[in-house]
């Protein structure tokens, strides 16, 4: 499976625009420490240009609400995740095997910067549907087109793509959160414990599999 042409064209940079594009990532990352520490509610704009010592009209320079961004750390995450995509599809392996290694990256990714997966959705808006040429909107193609090349190689059912894939991110994005949230959910109900984050992700995506399979 090819794993070109996942992510959003871009271009040289200018100093200037490495400039501001740090900046960003400083206003953002400002951004994270706070949503951590006191959750959405605590997050303003006037106190993220406290932390960063940077005057509150000089900040909109660079996003122009809240809702901007958390726009820019969704980006952000689906960003890092094509970039893990890619290092899951450069190996070889089976149509299935790429199918829940990319699941896996995806589990993986949101673990390990968790307060950044949790206030890239804690504002999401009612229109989830990225726009054409963000990461986001390239993850998104790129789970569709495995999903495609599963049915034309007779190891998925015929189904309708745009809805597969839904099906798919919220059976990752669940699993995702409740990691998150819940640390020792492996455990399971009966508090038993033999059971890794491992074992979890690994069963997780051969279910997500096996649900759509032929």
Not at 78 to 86: G, P, Q, T, V
Not at 94 to 103: D, H, K, N, Q, S
Request: net charge negative; hydrophobic share 40%; with cysteine.
């Amino acid at each position: 499976m090819s794993s070109t042409d996942l992510a959003p064209e871009c271009c040289c940079a200018t100093p200037a625009e490495r400039r501001r594009e740090k900046m960003r990532d400083t206003i953002i990352a400002a951004a994270q420490n706070i949503f951590t520490k006191d959750g959405e509610a605590g997050l303003s704009m006037r106190r993220l240009a406290e932390a960063i010592d940077y005057s509150p009209a000089a900040l909109y320079k660079y996003f122009s609400s809240k809702d901007d961004l958390f726009e820019a750390v969704r980006e952000q995450f689906f960003e890092n995740l094509l970039k893990r995509m890619n290092e899951a599809l450069q190996g070889s392996g089976t149509t299935r095997e790429l199918f829940e290694a990319c699941g896996k990256s995806y589990i993986e990714t949101a673990l390990e910067e968790p307060s950044t997966y949790v206030m890239a959705f804690a504002d999401i808006g009612a229109d989830t549907h990225p726009a054409e040429g963000t990461f986001g909107y390239a993850a998104a193609e790129q789970l569709e087109r495995m999903i495609e090349q599963g049915i034309a190689e007779g190891l998925i059912r015929e189904v309708d793509l745009a809805l597969a894939g839904k099906a798919v991110w919220a059976a990752v994005h669940g699993l995702a959160t409740l990691l998150i949230q819940i640390p020792n959910m492996p455990g399971g109900v009966t508090q038993e414990n033999e059971h890794t984050r491992e074992d979890m992700i690994r069963f997780h995506t051969d279910f997500i599999w096996r649900g759509m399979a032929a």
